[in-house]
């Protein structure tokens, strides 16, 4: 026997095919939709095609399964049997909508089209059937302006200017004013621009619109926004898209007729209350894109907003009462914030999707903990409940209350946070700007997934029109960046680039500030201040804290940043870098005199001059880091690194500082390397002028004294070398380690445990562990190196080519990012069990950038290291990250991102 592969799965009528627990199939919206109607709740009735056929599609030369026309035409028959209505019938016709679902959501990145199965025959039925002929041809112009755009080709433009024609030939400004004749001669000329402009009519059989839909929501899979959208939050290309095909209901059937979306509770701010917005006699798109403002769904959330249009709480009680109960079932059934699309045909209520609700890093932090102290979910689901990356939005600045603030005009608070920055009128310029380091905010009417880009790119997103659940609103809250929707008082120019309000015009340029939480545009710039870690955020770091194994330290060298990073819960320094202790105003000057030196005796020289701010540097960490580790790694830059580059340059030094132009010129010249990453840097310093790390070594060794006399607690100071390679390296490094130790010890007569050992930048270095790790106490891999190292890819100037890469899915991510487990991730594997072998017990940790990507930190934790080391704004991310790391790894499964 054949076994056929099923790759359509009906829902509807109190059954279902499919469930929840079958989103890499039937994607999130059609696992749910299934879901839903096992619930038996009122969902109109459909089929999803599987993920599985969109796969088989792009890898079959863009053709269909065999079978799936078949199997399409049986979903088809039995939506036929719920709704007793025909697909193509004249006199009771079945209309459909098509739409995109892929595994994981993303919002208004593909297509859809809506009211499919209307021709010229089937909308004559629809106006028999529904008694209102005008609902009947507004649904069919609609359908024919989706279905042309989407699947057609042509754009909005070219309808939106027929009606704007109609409109002004009979005199009026909204949609709602024009009769069922006016819409039927609006589909006539809609038609007849088809016609124009494809040389063939609107299609008029079902099923080729049917197969037309289908075929452009896969091919929306590989859509510019999807792409941009798919590389933006780490989504497989590989995964495809499902396809749903569902029965219409309508919610733009009369004044009992609404269609609306809601949050069942708060998804800026997490508060536990229904949430969301309805518009009357109107179809869903209507909502998200702000063609209409929406209306509050609560008598709360309307007196909240100041509007006067009554909620759908007061205009339709009846219903309202049904929904509320419906959306409670559906939080308490997936044990989280939904988000969810539903219409009201007529009095009755349908529900179209429900999904775990996108919301802030805030929201989340509130949500999780909230249900957790509600017995919902454990402390363990609430830590998991987490993204790591958008504690982001939580650790910036807000604007300072106590500054004042010019308010030009207030909006809706659509995405929290504030941001300064010029304006800008498109999402290209704002790229082109942003690319540039200017920080930009983008002020649009509305916006469309073609500005996806733009936002990304913008600090801040300023809408004139839209509600808190429009494309602008949705997006920047997904994204991070703070947003102010509905600033109905601006307008805006395109054309000359300004915008004006209250009679004050703004140019493109100009700086203003946005406090998305309030929902204001201010001029100018305002102060911000440090954000205050409390409350929810405390909580849920706390048990984070109680179920990680890694260690979080950060990298920092800086006091400032030092200070920081204890705030933000690290625990002790995994890396400081002491040349940029070098780059320092205050001791350049020295650092210069020793590399211009003619021999050993004139660098001991200059650096006397340097130790004592060594050593001050060295007491300020520690004091900060009172009783935890820090770790020191030695000099690493090549020399040159710290002496001009130009002719010019190097003239006006050697003027200012009395300096031999012409000598510093030649050791300019002797310096000189043709590859300086892999030249005379790292512990090759060490080993040619071992002058050099002896007088940082006793700088630490000293401070580390005078920090335990002054407090009585000694620091924990751990002495790293950079670069080595060799286990004669790390000997001599050793043997000069422990030589200067004693040699201050012997002067003081005092002493201090101290640790030395060594990073892990070059594969010999990994593939040899067991040889450093006769003289080295710790290792720290530095995958900054050895990234470079390891692919041959230079980590300052592979910007050129990696974006190529990464279009031709070469590289899924940036390695420099994102580690790669396979080679990267390999040789950290083999140094650490090598380093273990002959070293049981010796501390690893990792101190590369990918020390706070949460994804990296999941493989971190799978090889056992013992801690991770990254940036102060990091370190909370990384012990979210860290936590959710061990939780997978207690449960053996990894979240499918970090695979
Ligand atoms: C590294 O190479 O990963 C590292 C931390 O050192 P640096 O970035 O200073 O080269
Ligand atoms: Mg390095």
Same mark, same amino acid.
């Given at each position: 026997?054949?076994?056929?592969?099923?790759?359509?799965?009906?829902?509807?009528?109190?059954?279902?095919?499919?469930?929840?627990?079958? !989103?890499?199939?039937?994607?999130?919206?059609?696992? $749910?939709?299934?879901?839903?109607?096992?619930?038996?709740?009122?969902?109109?009735?459909?089929?999803?095609?599987?993920?599985?056929?969109?796969?088989?599609?792009?890898?079959?030369?863009?053709?269909?399964?065999?079978?799936?026309?078949? &199997?399409?035409?049986?979903?088809?028959?039995?939506?036929?049997?719920?709704?007793? !209505?025909?697909?193509?019938?004249?006199?009771?016709?079945?209309?459909?909508?098509?739409?995109?679902?892929?595994?994981?959501?993303?919002?208004?990145?593909?297509?859809?089209?809506? $009211?499919?199965?209307?021709?010229?025959?089937?909308?004559?039925?629809?106006?028999?059937?529904?008694?209102?002929?005008?609902?009947?041809?507004?649904?069919?112009?609609?359908?024919?302006?989706?279905?042309?755009?989407?699947?057609?080709?042509?754009?909005?433009?070219?309808?939106?200017?027929?009606?704007?024609?109609?409109?002004?030939?009979?005199?009026?400004?909204?949609?709602?004013?024009?009769?069922?004749?006016?819409?039927?001669?609006?589909?006539?000329?809609?038609?007849?621009?088809?016609?124009?402009?494809?040389?063939?009519?609107?299609?008029?059989? *079902?099923?080729?619109?049917?197969?037309?839909?289908?075929?452009?929501?896969?091919?929306?899979?590989? $859509?510019?926004?999807?792409?941009?959208?798919?590389?933006?939050?780490?989504?497989?290309? =590989?995964?495809?898209?499902?396809?749903?095909?569902?029965?219409?209901?309508?919610?733009?059937?009369?004044?009992?007729?609404?269609?609306?979306?809601?949050?069942?509770?708060? *998804?800026?701010?997490?508060?536990?209350?229904?949430?969301?917005?309805?518009?009357?006699?109107?179809?869903?798109?209507?909502?998200?894109?702000?063609?209409?403002?929406?209306?509050?769904?609560?008598?709360?959330?309307?007196?909240?907003?100041?509007?006067?249009?009554?909620?759908?709480?007061?205009?339709?009680?009846?219903?309202?009462?049904?929904?509320?109960?419906?959306?409670?079932?559906?939080? =308490?059934?997936? %044990?989280?914030?939904?988000?969810?699309?539903?219409?009201?045909?007529?009095?009755?209520?349908?529900?179209?999707?429900?999904?775990?609700? !996108?919301?802030?890093?805030?929201?989340?932090?509130?949500?999780?903990?909230?249900? /957790?102290?509600?017995?919902?979910?454990?402390?363990?689901?609430?830590?998991?409940?987490?993204?790591?990356?958008?504690?982001?939005?939580?650790?910036?600045?807000?604007?300072?209350?106590?500054?004042?603030?010019?308010?030009?005009?207030?909006?809706?608070?659509?995405?929290?946070?504030?941001?300064?920055?010029?304006?800008?009128?498109?999402?290209?310029?704002?790229?082109?700007?942003?690319?540039?380091?200017?920080?930009?905010?983008?002020?649009?009417?509305?916006?469309?997934?073609?500005?996806?880009?733009?936002?990304?790119?913008?600090?801040?997103?300023?809408?004139?029109?839209?509600?808190?659940?429009?494309? /602008?609103?949705?997006?920047?809250?997904?994204?991070?960046?703070?947003?102010?929707?509905?600033?109905?008082?601006? &307008?805006?120019?395109?054309?000359?680039?300004?915008?004006?309000?209250?009679?004050?015009?703004?140019?493109?340029?100009?700086?203003?500030?946005?406090?998305?939480?309030?929902?204001?545009?201010?001029?100018?710039?305002?102060?911000?201040?440090?954000?205050?870690?409390?409350?929810?955020?405390?909580?849920?770091?706390?048990?984070?804290?109680?179920?990680?194994?890694?260690?979080?330290?950060?990298?920092?060298?800086?006091?400032?940043?030092?200070?920081?990073?204890?705030?933000?819960?690290?625990?002790?320094?995994?890396?400081?870098?002491?040349?940029?202790?070098?780059?320092?105003?205050?001791?350049?000057?020295?650092?210069?005199?020793?590399?211009?030196?003619?021999?050993?005796?004139?660098?001991?020289?200059?650096? +006397?001059?340097?130790? *004592?701010?060594? !050593?001050?540097?060295?007491?300020?960490?520690?004091?900060?880091?009172?009783?935890?580790?820090?770790?020191?790694?030695?000099?690493?830059?090549?020399?040159?690194?710290?002496?001009?580059?130009?002719?010019?340059?190097?003239?006006?030094?050697?003027?200012?500082?009395?300096?031999?132009?012409?000598?510093?010129?030649?050791?300019?010249?002797?310096?000189?390397?043709?590859?300086?990453?892999?030249?005379?840097?790292?512990? %090759?310093?060490?080993?040619?002028?071992?002058?050099?790390?002896?007088?940082?070594?006793?700088?630490?060794?000293? /401070?580390?004294?005078?920090?335990?006399?002054?407090?009585?607690?000694?620091?924990?100071?751990?002495?790293?070398?950079?670069?080595?390679?060799?286990?004669?390296?790390?000997?001599?490094?050793?043997?000069?380690?422990?030589?200067?130790? &004693?040699?201050?010890?012997?002067?003081?007569?005092?002493?201090?445990?101290?640790?030395?050992?060594?990073?892990?930048?070059?594969?010999?270095?990994?593939?040899?562990?067991?040889?450093?790790?006769?003289?080295?106490?710790?290792?720290?891999?530095?995958?900054?190196?050895?990234?470079?190292?390891?692919?041959?890819?230079?980590?300052?100037?592979?910007?050129?080519?990696?974006? +190529?890469?990464?279009?031709?899915?070469?590289?899924?991510?940036?390695?420099?990012?994102?580690?790669?487990?396979?080679?990267?991730?390999?040789?950290?594997?083999?140094?650490?069990? %090598?380093?273990?072998?002959?070293?049981?017990?010796?501390?690893?940790?990792?101190?590369?950038?990918?020390?706070?990507? *949460?994804?990296?930190?999941?493989?971190?934790?799978?090889?056992?290291?013992?801690?991770?080391?990254?940036?102060?704004?990091?370190?909370?991310?990384?012990?979210?990250?860290?936590? &959710?790391?061990?939780?997978?790894?207690?449960?053996?499964?990894?979240?499918?991102?970090?695979?």
């Amino acid at each position: 026997m054949v076994i056929m592969t099923q790759w359509v799965y009906g829902f509807g009528g109190g059954s279902a095919d499919g469930d929840a627990s079958m !989103k890499n199939l039937l994607g999130g919206k059609g696992a $749910n939709l299934a879901e839903m109607s096992s619930l038996g709740l009122p969902v109109p009735p459909g089929f999803t095609i599987t993920t599985e056929a969109c796969v088989h599609y792009y890898a079959q030369g863009e053709t269909y399964p065999a079978d799936l026309a078949e &199997q399409v035409a049986a979903g088809l028959q039995k939506v036929e049997g719920i709704t007793g !209505k025909r697909f193509g019938d004249p006199a009771n016709p079945l209309l459909v909508s098509v739409r995109s679902g892929a595994r994981a959501s993303m919002p208004g990145m593909m297509d859809t089209v809506l $009211n499919l199965g209307l021709n010229d025959q089937t909308v004559e039925g629809l106006a028999a059937l529904s008694g209102d002929r005008r609902f009947a041809f507004d649904s069919y112009r609609r359908f024919i302006t989706m279905y042309s755009n989407v699947v057609l080709g042509l754009g909005h433009d070219l309808f939106e200017e027929v009606l704007d024609d109609h409109k002004d030939r009979l005199g009026v400004t909204v949609d709602t004013d024009l009769s069922a004749g006016d819409w039927e001669k609006v589909v006539g000329d809609y038609k007849a621009v088809v016609e124009r402009e494809l040389g063939e009519g609107f299609p008029q059989d *079902p099923n080729d619109q049917l197969w037309g839909a289908v075929g452009a929501v896969f091919a929306s899979w590989m $859509n510019d926004r999807a792409k941009f959208y798919r590389r933006m939050h780490d989504i497989p290309e =590989s995964w495809g898209t499902a396809v749903n095909v569902q029965s219409m209901v309508f919610g733009n059937m009369g004044q009992t007729s609404a269609t609306g979306v809601a949050f069942t509770r708060n *998804p800026s701010t997490g508060e536990a209350r229904l949430y969301g917005e309805f518009l009357i006699n109107a179809q869903g798109e209507d909502v998200v894109a702000g063609i209409r403002t929406p209306q509050s769904l609560t008598r709360a959330g309307r007196e909240e907003m100041g509007e006067t249009a009554p909620s759908m709480e007061e205009a339709m009680p009846e219903v309202f009462g049904q929904f509320v109960e419906v959306v409670g079932r559906l939080e =308490s059934h997936y %044990r989280d914030m939904q988000d969810i699309e539903f219409t009201v045909e007529q009095g009755r209520l349908w529900m179209l999707q429900t999904r775990n609700g !996108k919301r802030t890093a805030k929201s989340a932090l509130k949500i999780a903990v909230d249900l /957790a102290a509600e017995g919902v979910i454990s402390q363990e689901e609430a830590v998991s409940r987490v993204e790591p990356a958008a504690l982001d939005q939580l650790l910036h600045p807000t604007l300072d209350p106590k500054a004042p603030r010019n308010v030009v005009t207030t909006g809706l608070p659509a995405s929290p946070g504030a941001a300064t920055g010029k304006i800008v009128f498109d999402a290209d310029e704002a790229e082109r700007m942003s690319q540039l380091g200017d920080a930009v905010i983008l002020v649009r009417t509305e916006t469309s997934p073609e500005d996806i880009h733009g936002m990304h790119a913008a600090r801040g997103i300023v809408t004139a029109r839209g509600g808190m659940t429009s494309h /602008a609103a949705v997006v920047a809250r997904g994204m991070g960046r703070p947003c102010v929707s509905g600033a109905g008082d601006i &307008q805006i120019d395109d054309k000359a680039r300004t915008f004006t309000v209250k009679g004050r015009t703004f140019k493109a340029g100009d700086i203003i500030t946005i406090d998305g939480s309030k929902g204001e545009v201010i001029d100018g710039a305002v102060p911000m201040i440090e954000p205050e870690l409390t409350g929810d955020f405390q909580t849920l770091m706390g048990w984070a804290d109680g179920i990680r194994r890694l260690k979080v330290r950060a990298n920092a060298e800086t006091p400032t940043d030092a200070k920081t990073a204890r705030g933000f819960g690290a625990e002790g320094v995994g890396l400081c870098r002491t040349e940029h202790m070098f780059f320092d105003d205050t001791r350049i000057a020295a650092v210069r005199e020793m590399i211009l030196a003619d021999d050993e005796a004139g660098r001991r020289a200059a650096l +006397a001059k340097i130790a *004592p701010f060594q !050593k001050a540097d060295f007491v300020e960490l520690f004091q900060i880091m009172a009783g935890l580790p820090v770790t020191i790694r030695l000099l690493d830059p090549p020399l040159h690194e710290f002496i001009p580059h130009t002719e010019a340059e190097m003239d006006a030094l050697a003027a200012s500082q009395g300096l031999d132009a012409a000598k510093l010129k030649r050791r300019a010249a002797d310096l000189h390397e043709t590859n300086p990453m892999l030249g005379h840097r790292g512990c %090759r310093l060490g080993v040619a002028y071992p002058e050099i790390y002896e007088m940082q070594v006793r700088a630490i060794i000293e /401070a580390a004294l005078e920090v335990k006399a002054k407090s009585g607690q000694a620091p924990i100071p751990e002495i790293m070398h950079p670069l080595v390679a060799l286990g004669g390296e790390m000997n001599f490094l050793r043997a000069l380690t422990d030589r200067t130790a &004693q040699a201050v010890f012997a002067d003081t007569g005092d002493q201090v445990d101290y640790m030395v050992g060594t990073m892990i930048e070059l594969p010999r270095a990994a593939l040899r562990a067991a040889d450093l790790a006769q003289s080295a106490e710790f290792f720290s891999f530095g995958t900054n190196d050895l990234t470079q190292t390891t692919f041959g890819i230079s980590r300052d100037d592979s910007g050129r080519f990696l974006q +190529a890469y990464l279009d031709k899915g070469i590289f899924e991510t940036d390695p420099f990012v994102r580690l790669d487990r396979d080679g990267v991730g390999d040789l950290i594997r083999i140094a650490a069990e %090598r380093g273990r072998a002959a070293r049981p017990g010796i501390k690893l940790g990792i101190c590369g950038e990918h020390g706070g990507d *949460p994804s990296s930190i999941a493989f971190c934790e799978s090889v056992g290291l013992d801690y991770v080391s990254c940036s102060p704004y990091r370190v909370p991310i990384a012990r979210l990250a860290a936590a &959710q790391a061990a939780l997978a790894a207690r449960t053996g499964k990894e979240r499918e991102k970090d695979r």
